[in-house]
């Protein structure tokens, strides 16, 4: 079946702009993760979404983000007044979401630029 | 709190020869353990992971990693490695109990396999 899609795959902004970073989870999947991977080094996590909820977001760097999934499925990061700091590659996993020994399945990730 | 490292950022061999990937993590708490594999241009895959019982795990493409607790390893091994072992490779853990299913990632090994 079909895997987690990312979309855009890469995206291309100016610092000050406003952008969203869109995820389409497997189906069925009611767990959802961001995770940011900077340029050498390992992804980080961003935050957890159990259904509509989000069940950890802890690891959101400031209010600049917010991430949304408003019927369990889709989930959308939103980053606002973007910085050169905040090029990386977001990645989102998505899993079943029944117990934490559970795989993550991750989607190829979109590359973000902020010039 | 949870910390992973991975020693070696880059380490070259030449096919057929035997290579290791080593992975130390600490934690205040049980553990779950993971390596992930990035092929060029793919998402992260899961390789293996260890939850309970042997502490030998293996994959399916010829990986191996055995969890040592007194030593808080899980290195990544395999006997005779492809060219198309090549890849980044990620060591995570995630903890034993929480309701929260982040994972935690070393910065990743870049193995490159030579003919």
């Known amino acids: 079946g079909a895997g987690v899609s990312q979309t855009p795959s890469n995206k291309v902004t100016e610092k000050g702009k406003y952008v969203e970073l869109r995820c389409d989870p497997i189906s069925g999947h009611t767990a959802l993760y961001w995770y940011r991977q900077s340029l050498g080094q390992g992804p980080e996590f961003l935050i957890y979404f159990q259904g509509t909820g989000a069940a950890d977001d802890s690891g959101l760097p400031n209010d600049r983000f917010f991430a949304v999934r408003p019927e369990g499925s889709v989930s959308t990061l939103k980053i606002q007044r973007t910085e050169r700091g905040d090029s990386a590659v977001y990645l989102c996993?998505?899993?079943?979401?029944?117990?934490?020994?559970?795989?993550?399945?991750f989607g190829p990730g979109t590359r973000l630029l902020v010039l | 709190a949870q910390s992973v490292t991975q020693l070696d950022s880059q380490v070259p061999v030449f096919e057929e020869a035997p290579v290791e990937l080593r992975c130390n993590y600490s934690s205040s708490v049980s553990v779950y353990l993971f390596w992930y594999v990035q092929y060029p241009n793919q998402g992260l895959q899961l390789l293996l992971k260890y939850l309970s019982g042997s502490t030998l795990v293996e994959s399916i493409n010829g990986f191996e990693a055995e969890f040592n607790k007194s030593q808080t390893s899980f290195h990544l091994r395999k006997p005779s490695v492809h060219i198309s072992d090549t890849a980044e490779y990620f060591c995570a853990v995630r903890p034993r109990g929480s309701t929260l299913g982040r994972l935690y990632f070393g910065r990743g090994t870049q193995l490159t396999v030579w003919p």
């Open positions: 996993a998505s899993s079943p979401g029944r117990h934490f020994q559970e795989t993550q399945y």
